[in-house]
């Protein structure tokens, strides 16, 4: 995920984009060493031709990709390797479907490649033009209906987005009727609920980059209302199911083209009016975008009826049409999801900004790119992340317990499988925070804004231990079938006692940090594992851990910054003496 950085968007906001058919061009007239002057001497026949070999076009486009490819490898390989040698070692079960799985989470890296080229190429220079114009020939009022619409759209186009609705394969409809119809047959209510909290959000953030806003009072009215709700949904017996589920929509909705394209748009209209010139610009709008999500998530599980929720487990699934069927299932959701986005950002620039789509072609072959990324990511995400995710959840309890997948189990005493567990939780959890580009970009940011006084490895790891924590408490939190609210309620207490002692600086870093942790591969993962190890324990369901990955690396950031604080008082008070 990219995190907010500034003056700098790490996300791709204000991020040079690479002109392809530019680059093609110069690396070839490179390579061929070919002069203006040789050109001409060419027959004119021969002159608007240049032949190019196969194996000339992988020269060409070698440079190009591998960079690509690599960023996303990067994020991708190293946890597949740790859950399957972890299967294989510790748990004694070799990989099911294992080339599949295999072609799966290479589609992820292929998938993702291309999608966040397409995001550069297509998607971010629309909201980089609507957030500089717009404000200009619209009145306010205007450009918020505009970020409210924008802040729906993104969210369906977050790749991560359909884990939510491939996790509600997993979910029991038995154990959690509503919790099922709504991943499954309502899948469209839970989008369009998680979409209108992070347009509200987006409203609500474009207002603070215009008025430069303290953060602190609006987390103050954003998070206590928020855990009023939660536990009042906890004795609720239709809410109290979706606690889980609304907690981790927030972290679903903070992704690469969400927190890019509201930026964009925020920025640039705060720019436009002459008050986005502060130093914390961009930050917030992570923070605000989570929490948003889960009022409405929680809000709308009382819209499902409760009888015809359980009405529908006993109904047998209808025949599908083939175009709902994978892999023509995951074509459609990546044209669903991108197309709308981008035909609503040029109807806003042409009718609303009144102004032209400059490199129109560039355009139209990011988008080309997104759509064709997201469908590779779809299919990849079927049969590799939530497949390889889901496995490793069930055969996790096989350690502490009796399962019929692992013969003569349980493999270790009771105690140390529980935590062996734990320990595997929370170094998948360190490992895929750690080596999260969007950290590292956040911690120099972070370095640059307070003088070297909060280093970067230290904001790193301060971030991939409290993610860690968070990702192991969240295991053990559905191995032993803990109320989800206990976590919650008291973390977030805490949270705001430690915001309200921390300065302005920290509070705007440490609460984004926790956006880091929500990346496109990290987010299905997680939710896969989650879900897999809830009904392998016999669980109600394996959602909650992605909120505690959220909370924990919020606390650790600002309690990290608390004591840089308090050294540099007692630095001062040294000198002074």
Request: charge should be positive; include cysteine; aromatic fraction near 8%.
């Amino acid at each position: 995920m990219a995190t907010p950085e500034g003056n700098v968007d790490p996300g791709g906001a204000r991020e040079r984009r690479v002109r392809f058919g530019d680059f093609v061009s110069e690396v070839s007239l490179k390579q061929r060493q070919v002069s203006m002057n040789d050109l001409a001497r060419l027959a004119p026949e021969q002159a608007g031709q240049i032949h190019v070999q196969a194996t000339e076009a992988a020269a060409l486009l070698k440079p190009y990709v591998t960079p690509r490819f690599k960023e996303q490898a990067k994020a991708v390989v190293p946890l597949a390797l740790y859950l399957a040698l972890f299967q294989i070692l510790m748990l004694r079960q070799g990989v099911a479907n294992s080339w599949s799985v295999t072609a799966g989470l290479l589609a992820v890296m292929i998938g993702l490649m291309l999608f966040m080229e397409g995001l550069k190429l297509g998607l971010m220079p629309l909201g980089e033009t609507i957030g500089n114009t717009l404000p200009a020939r619209s009145p306010l009022p205007v450009v918020l209906i505009v970020t409210f619409l924008l802040g729906i759209g993104v969210t369906l186009a977050e790749p991560a987005i359909g884990a939510l609705q491939e996790a509600g394969k997993i979910v029991s409809p038995a154990r959690a009727p509503i919790l099922a119809t709504l991943l499954t047959s309502q899948a469209n209510l839970l989008k369009a609920a998680v979409g209108i909290g992070v347009g509200a959000a987006a409203v609500l953030g474009t207002l603070r980059f215009v008025y430069n806003w303290s953060l602190k009072p609006l987390i103050y009215c954003s998070v206590i209302p928020t855990m009023i709700l939660t536990i009042f949904a906890s004795f609720n017996t239709k809410m109290s199911q979706v606690i889980g589920l609304a907690w981790d929509c927030g972290a679903v909705t903070t992704g690469p083209v969400t927190v890019p394209l509201v930026l964009a748009l925020g920025i640039g209209v705060a720019s436009a009016v002459g008050k986005g010139e502060s130093k914390l610009q961009g930050f917030g709008i992570v923070t605000l975008a989570s929490l948003f999500p889960i009022v409405t998530v929680l809000l709308v599980s009382l819209m499902v009826d409760a009888p015809a929720a359980v009405a529908s487990v006993a109904v047998a699934s209808p025949q599908l049409a083939w175009y709902d069927k994978s892999p023509a299932l995951e074509v459609k959701s990546a044209v669903q999801a991108i197309v709308p986005l981008v035909l609503y950002l040029m109807l806003v620039m042409k009718f609303v900004a009144r102004k032209a789509i400059q490199n129109f072609t560039y355009v139209v072959y990011g988008v080309i790119l997104a759509v064709v990324g997201m469908a590779i990511f779809n299919l990849g995400l079927t049969y590799g992340l939530a497949n390889l995710g889901g496995q490793s959840g069930s055969l996790i309890p096989g350690a502490f317990m009796k399962l019929d997948v692992v013969a003569g189990s349980p493999l270790y005493a009771f105690a140390l499988g529980i935590a062996i567990a734990a320990m595997f939780a929370w170094f998948l959890g360190f490992g895929a925070t750690l080596a999260e580009p969007a950290l590292n970009a956040l911690g120099i940011t972070v370095e640059n804004l307070t003088n070297g006084a909060f280093k970067k490895s230290m904001l790193m790891y301060a971030v991939s231990v409290g993610v860690a924590t968070g990702i192991g408490l969240g295991v053990l939190k559905v191995i032993f079938g803990w109320n989800l609210v206990y976590f919650l309620i008291p973390g977030y207490i805490l949270l705001l006692v430690v915001t309200h002692l921390s300065s302005e600086e920290f509070v705007n870093v440490g609460w984004d940090s926790a956006g880091v942790t929500t990346g496109p591969v990290t987010v299905p993962l997680v939710l896969a594992m989650g879900l897999g190890l809830g009904n392998a324990v016999s669980a109600l369901d394996g959602f909650g851990i992605l909120s505690l990955a959220s909370l924990c690396p919020i606390l650790s950031v600002l309690l990290m910054g608390l004591y840089v604080q308090w050294r540099n008082r007692k630095m001062a008070g040294s000198a002074a003496a």
